[in-house]
T-cell receptor, first 111, second 113 residues
Framework: SQQGEEDPQALSIQEGENATMNCSYK?????LQWYRQNSGRGLVHLIL?????REKHSGRLRVTLDTSKKSSSLLITASRAADTASYFC???????????FGKGTSLLVTP | DAGVIQSPRHEVTEMGQEVTLRCKPI?????LFWYRQTMMRGLELLIY????????DSGMPEDRFSAKMPNASFSTLKIQPSEPRDSAVYFC???????????FGQGTRLTVV
């Protein structure tokens, strides 16, 4: 069953703009991870944020986590056409060992 | 390391045939996962192995699906008999330990006609 749900389902922006994607989940977690998937490829890990962290940065990526609202956001700053991909959040809730993924946000960055 | 290696990349088979998907995880990784991805259902966890032992197979759709991990460097997912509704992309992923960063293979795109 899906634990994390991304919002919006699709996002279209121009190069240079920021892209923000949100993820909501239902039960308590140990950590939350964001992954990226290019068309026809496997998922690639972007960033992991633990339940006791509120914000994390990696290059142009910024992730926030609000455990009281059971939500996370992924911000991509100064987007590039190469950022075009689907982005998924994943949580460990309900299992304690495996990741459950949402259906993803499809991001299109146009030149 | 070459990453998680899956084979074949594409498989087209007729309904009723047996299909075997293969996965070589990253050396040293103790956790291995099989996922299925479809447009309708997204990414679904099928089965999880820890140290070659199946821990949770509750995501396996039905008895037609089986998975094995005979050693730390190899796993298979078998569908027998296959049905058109099994058409999907099947991913294998491995991680150093549960809940750590997961490394995905490129997937096997299965089409059952």
């Amino acid at each position: 069953s899906q634990q994390g749900e991304e919002d919006p389902q699709a996002l279209s922006i121009q190069e240079g703009e920021n892209a923000t994607m949100n993820c909501s989940y239902k039960t308590s977690i140990n950590n939350l991870q964001w992954y990226r998937q290019n068309s026809g490829r496997g998922l690639v890990h972007l960033i992991l944020i633990r339940s006791n962290e509120r914000e994390k940065h990696s290059g142009r990526l910024r992730v926030t986590l609000d455990t009281s609202k059971k939500s996370s956001s992924l911000l991509i700053t100064a987007s590039r056409a190469a950022d075009t991909a689907s982005y998924f959040c994943a949580t460990d809730a309900n299992s304690g060992y495996a990741l459950n993924f949402g259906k993803g946000t499809s991001l299109l960055v146009t030149p | 390391d070459a990453g998680v290696i899956q084979s074949p990349r594409h498989e087209v088979t007729e309904m009723g045939q047996e299909v075997t998907l293969r996965c070589k995880p990253i050396s040293g990784h103790n956790s291995l996962f099989w996922y299925r991805q479809t447009m309708m259902r997204g990414l679904e966890l099928l089965i999880y192995f820890n140290n070659n032992v199946p821990i949770d197979d509750s995501g396996m759709p039905e008895d037609r699906f089986s998975a094995k991990m005979p050693n730390a460097s190899f796993s298979t997912l078998k569908i027998q008999p296959s049905e058109p509704r099994d058409s999907a992309v099947y991913f294998c992923a491995s991680s150093l330990k549960p809940l750590a960063e997961a490394f995905f293979g490129q997937g096997t795109r299965l089409t059952v006609v």
